[in-house]
């Protein structure tokens, strides 16, 4: 149920190389980016160096190196809520605050920070933004057709014989009843109740530091004494509360000693931070309560909360040189009771019953070997007992598992809260049979190699970790958790996650680590069901991101690999039509409940004619009218609707071949709707300014290229408008589509070339081995023929996708590429014009399809 995707190592130096620092720290954001720490030892100078990887899990290799002038070892990491900044913390004190260098995945600069000199910081985190997304197991497993409402397995979706609409009525469940949003409290707002940016920190001496971005980019920051008695603290964790409030969770290291817990407000007074702290009720471990285990496990070596939201429920780990004990608490609200004498004078009757919070262990392990590291998973499943049930009856336990990794090599995956084993991973030093006692095993000589950090996905469905060697291992961990899964139960799990990163906007890269090409087909057609069920509303919201979630799933099969063109077309086609719309303007100041868009959008639908022109007659052309330079600017992106209409026209008798791309655009109303009222537009801006119309090479002088254009498109748009009872196109358009060839000239579009990806190579379940700075090459598709269409020449021009401008054989520009699609664009923009740039600073931030940029270099192949 865990194996290993694929290792990353470091290429190994004479003089200098990479060791881990003590303690080595990582973190997992929810754009897949993953940070991690190593030494860079120089033995001529004898120093060391504190060294801040940073690197994407689709390009492992690509790794950004930061020295991150910390003067001491790096103790904390921590991603932000947007996964786009990062947050470091050294035992001298210092909080640096990194972010992306022009929105570059491997390009980080430190802008902001902290300090408290000289006292180690133990525990960070950035203050909650107040963003709670539950996740309704039970009304998941029943909207999918894992139980009925009496609690009995029932059918699922997937073998089940009726049609969507059907399932629609008869109660199917929508994202609003599987993902809800959970009131919960900024740790800090501003007016109006904006949440205030900022961080927590934690130090030895008992020290929480707070520190607020202030909106003109200034720190503001402020210290407080967790306790008038302060004391060394070893171990800390941050948690916050649903009202607005932040626990932290502190120990002296001793098992001995009780494990302490604060209750820290935050408020701006008068323009200065205030930090306010509070005793809560304490514990101790319950191995130091136990005469038997009394003085067996003498230190406490980790201490963590659950979930960062979940301040009721934390885990402790008690150890020895050898072993491990690990407890898992929670925290309850009881009565308190009342003396006999005291109910006779004042009986307590309901609610006015006394209550305290008091500590009750959940659950705790056997001896275990010792314990090197832990991670817990991130998503925000519920917790109660009904919920659990349900999940562990069906088998549906994503986010149920948390990791404990072991010093002979081993990880296991656990129940966050009973501790029972539900997945072992050894590795290649430590196979053995599962049920040998560990008593019995023959212990290595020397320090074997085991993770000293980890982090789970934010799906749980995989693990990375960090080895004492600084290697990198990602591991793949099943949803299933130890249960046996046929493909139905399987595609329900994966099709469940993919919603939750559809509907949160996380990227979904280790989802696809478990997507077998057989899966594609299914997998795409239940999420294209699951996304119609949803209301018109949230349908546009999450119109672009579920063609982006199918152009990435169809990467993962031959079958379907032309496919991944044509949605990633489509994500262009949208764009362009949203920007060239969004230029037209209402001649009059009253403007109509309609904007020209949608006006545009109404008319070419209702008038059915093949003639443009009499298309044109019923629009109020003012609306249209745009400056000479705005329309000549847009050439670019006008050239590619018009290559892009004869290209389809071209290639539609050869229908019948799904595996070239454009073939699913021949069946797609919608979108040749939507090219339909592009081609009016560019019609109309074609009178204003002639230059900017699409250029076409023609067999004849007289022939009026985009007319001709129009009514193909138009009669191929009829014969597919009603997606419920779609015709085939008439023998007399075929022919006319046949005869294009011969009058115009049909161009060779540049589609977006294959991905140079890890996800490809991982179908095959064979572990792959990279090494840190050296790019493996094109890995391509696993057994996937020779695609003549998507094959790139070394010598072939490259081209800006974005902007549509040829760049050359070998590029000298700076560019930049998406880290998931492969998307290339210049990285300075060469236009002035304000139309353009209002274009480029659409993907500033972003790809198309959603994914982060990376830098490429000045000459890339």
């Known amino acids: 149920m865990m194996d290993l995707a694929y290792v990353c190592e470091w290429e190994k130096r004479p003089k200098s190389n990479h060791c881990p620092s003590i303690p080595l720290v990582c973190a997992w954001s929810c754009r897949?980016?993953?940070?991690?720490?190593?030494?860079?030892?120089?033995?001529?100078?004898?120093?060391?160096?504190?060294?801040?990887?940073?690197?994407?899990t689709e390009h492992p290799w690509d790794v950004y190196s930061i020295n991150s002038e910390h003067n001491e070892m790096i103790t904390c990491l921590e991603w932000d809520q947007s996964g786009s900044r990062l947050l470091s913390a050294d035992a001298d004190g210092h909080v640096k605050c990194w972010s992306m260098t022009d929105h570059l995945a491997n390009s980080w600069e430190n802008t902001v920070g902290s300090m408290v000199e000289g006292d180690p910081i133990v525990s960070l985190s950035w203050l909650h933004n107040g963003v709670k997304l539950a996740l309704h197991v039970e009304k998941v497993i029943r909207a999918t057709g894992g139980l009925s409402k009496d609690g009995q397995e029932e059918e699922c979706d997937y073998l089940r014989n009726d049609t969507p609409e059907e399932r629609i009525q008869s109660g199917a469940s929508s994202f609003g009843d599987k993902f809800s949003r959970v009131k919960f409290s900024p740790s800090?707002?501003?007016f109006g109740g904006k949440p205030m940016e900022g961080w927590i920190a934690v130090t030895i001496s008992g020290l929480v530091i707070v520190s607020l971005l202030k909106p003109n980019g200034q720190v503001l920051t402020s210290t407080e004494s967790l306790c008038r008695l302060r004391c060394r603290v070893a171990l800390a964790d941050i948690a916050f509360t649903g009202g607005g409030n932040i626990v932290v969770a502190t120990s002296d290291g001793s098992s001995t000693s009780p494990v302490q817990f604060y209750k820290v407000c935050v408020s701006v007074v008068n323009e200065k931070c205030r930090i306010d702290t509070e005793i809560l009720p304490s514990l101790f471990m319950r191995c130091t309560t136990d005469p038997a285990r009394k003085d067996k496990y003498p230190a406490i070596t980790h201490l963590k909360f659950l979930a960062r939201d979940m301040s009721e429920q934390v885990l402790l780990c008690a150890s020895n040189q050898m072993n491990s004990i690990v407890e898992c608490w929670s925290l309850r609200k009881e009565g308190l009771p009342v003396n006999n004498i005291f109910q006779q004078i004042s009986p307590v009757v309901g609610d006015k019953q006394p209550m305290i919070l008091k500590w009750r262990i959940l659950s705790a392990t056997n001896d275990l070997d010792r314990v090197s590291a832990v991670a817990l998973p991130k998503l925000p499943i519920s917790?109660?007992?009904t919920d659990l049930k349900v999940a562990n009856d069906t088998k549906f336990c994503p986010g149920l598992g948390l990791a404990l990794a072991f010093h002979d090599g081993s990880v296991h995956i656990v129940h966050r809260l009973s501790l029972q084993t539900m997945a072992m991973f050894y590795g290649s030093s430590t196979q053995r049979p599962v049920d040998e006692p560990s008593i019995k095993r023959q212990r290595t000589a020397g320090p074997s190699i085991h993770f000293k950090a980890m982090q789970l996905s934010w799906t749980s469905l995989a693990l990375v970790g960090i080895d004492n060697h600084g290697k990198l291992s990602m591991l793949r961990i099943s949803p299933s958790m130890g249960h046996a899964l046929d493909m139905n139960m399987s595609l329900r799990h994966l099709l469940f996650l993919l919603e939750y990163c559809m509907v949160t906007g996380y990227d979904w890269w280790d989802i696809l680590l478990h997507v077998q090409p057989n899966m594609v087909q299914n997998l795409v057609e239940k999420l294209h069901e699951e996304y119609m069920r949803q209301n018109a509303a949230l349908q546009q919201v999450l119109s672009t991101r579920i063609v982006a979630m199918k152009a990435s799933l169809c990467k993962l099969s031959s079958c379907t690999v032309a496919r991944v063109c044509d949605y990633h077309a489509k994500l262009f086609?949208?764009?362009?039509?949203s920007t060239l719309k969004s230029l037209l303007r209402p001649h009059f100041l009253n403007t109509p409940d309609k904007s020209p868009g949608d006006r545009l959008t109404e008319i070419c639908s209702k008038i059915t004619d093949v003639d443009i022109d009499k298309v044109m007659i019923n629009l109020k052309t003012?609306?249209?009218?745009?400056?000479?330079?705005?329309?000549?600017?847009?050439?670019?992106?006008?050239?590619?609707?018009?290559?892009?209409?004869?290209?389809?026209?071209?290639s539609l008798p050869n229908q019948g071949s799904p595996v070239r791309p454009g073939h699913s655009f021949l069946r797609d109303g919608a979108s040749l709707g939507m090219l339909r009222e592009l081609m009016v537009v560019i019609r109309i801006w074609g009178l204003l300014k002639p230059s900017c119309l699409p250029i076409y090479t023609a067999t004849s002088d007289t022939q009026d290229s985009m007319s001709l254009l129009f009514r193909l498109l138009t009669k191929l748009w009829l014969c597919c408008r009603d997606e419920n009872h779609p015709s085939e196109p008439d023998e007399t358009l075929i022919d006319e589509c046949c005869l294009l060839p011969s009058q115009l000239l049909i161009p060779s579009l540049d589609w977006l070339p294959i991905s140079d990806g890890i996800i490809s190579k991982l179908q095959s379940k064979q572990l792959v081995r990279l090494q840190f700075g050296k790019a493996p090459g094109l890995l391509g598709y696993a057994g996937a023929p020779p695609f003549e269409v998507l094959a790139r020449a070394?010598?072939?021009?490259?081209?800006?996708?974005l902007r549509r401008l040829h760049l050359g054989a070998y590029p000298t520009e700076e560019c930049k590429s998406c880290t998931r699609c492969g998307c290339v664009t210049v990285l300075r923009s060469p236009h002035k014009a304000t139309a353009v740039k209002q274009w480029e600073q659409r993907w500033t931030k972003n790809c198309l399809c959603g994914g982060l940029w990376r830098r490429m270099p000045a000459s890339y192949s």
Do not use: R
């Open 32 to 56: 897949n980016l993953i940070a991690f720490t190593t030494d860079l030892k120089n033995e001529e100078e004898k120093d060391l160096t504190h060294m801040i990887h940073i690197l994407d």
């Open 188 to 190: 800090l707002t501003l």
């Open 383 to 385: 917790l109660t007992n």
């Open 573 to 577: 086609l949208i764009a362009i039509s």
């Open 622 to 650: 003012e609306e249209f009218v745009l400056e000479m330079t705005t329309l000549q600017s847009l050439q670019q992106l006008i050239q590619w609707v018009g290559d892009f209409v004869l290209y389809l026209l071209a």
């Open 794 to 801: 070394p010598g072939q021009p490259k081209i800006d996708h």
